[in-house]
């Protein structure tokens, strides 16, 4: 069974995104523990990258932060593994594929399983060129995470049958980043992917305040946030992990 399903064995899940190494390694590591103390169910750590196609300017510019501090894959995996030492909630890597071919896949992904990564979420990887990553994941025990998109109509059935982990459910078109509200359909994508598996599904892009996280969660498996998080760091740098667990305690409390 994927340590993934953990995260959602205890009601809603409530899943932060972080970019790691902004503004310091140091503060990712205390970010992490004061969002698992304050609820999180599983933590999606982002691997800075020069050219995140899929983020809005909030995570964009976290991952130039971050890249300007010297924050490469090796300095990631060494985080993680300290982490590890207490942090027992799943987490998974949201990076690009250009870090994984660039790092060797097999090396990536056999390290990921190593040190205790449950997961990978690679946006700009289309659900018919998974292929490149899936057997190595399969190999190692690392779940490929799959993206279904309202754009993804006539496929969202295919890529339900196919999925590990969880899915993860974009919740309206365009990049990352706040918004101030979701008119999309998700009820009848939600409706598909049960049709067509048992995996947890959680929504995100878009998310930002309680209320919207448990409108989300209402009608899946959980919310993730990510560019309301990575603004707190932006805003108060290193003393943003005491402010990000007590946002993350009023979100999980919505979602329950």
Known sequence: MSNIKKAFENGKAFIPFITCGDPDLETTAATVRAAVANGADLIELGIPFSDPTAEGPVIQAANIRALKGGVKTDKVFSLVRELRKDVTVPMVFMTYANVVFSYGSERFISTCAEIGIDGLILPDIPFEER?????????????????????????????????????????????????????????????????????????????STPEQAKKMADISDGAIVGSAIIKQLAQYGTAAPEHIGAYVKEMKDAIR
């Open 131 to 207: 292929e490149e990553f899936l057997p190595v994941c399969r190999k190692y025990g690392v779940d490929l995470i799959s993206l279904i998109a309202p754009t993804s109509e006539n496929r969202i059935g295919m890529i339900a049958k196919e999925a590990e982990g969880f899915i993860y459910l974009v919740s309206s078109l365009g990049v990352t980043g706040v918004r101030s509200e979701i008119n999309t359909d998700l009820e009848s994508i939600v409706s598909i992917i049960r049709k067509n598996t048992d995996i947890p599904c959680a929504i995100g892009f878009g998310i």
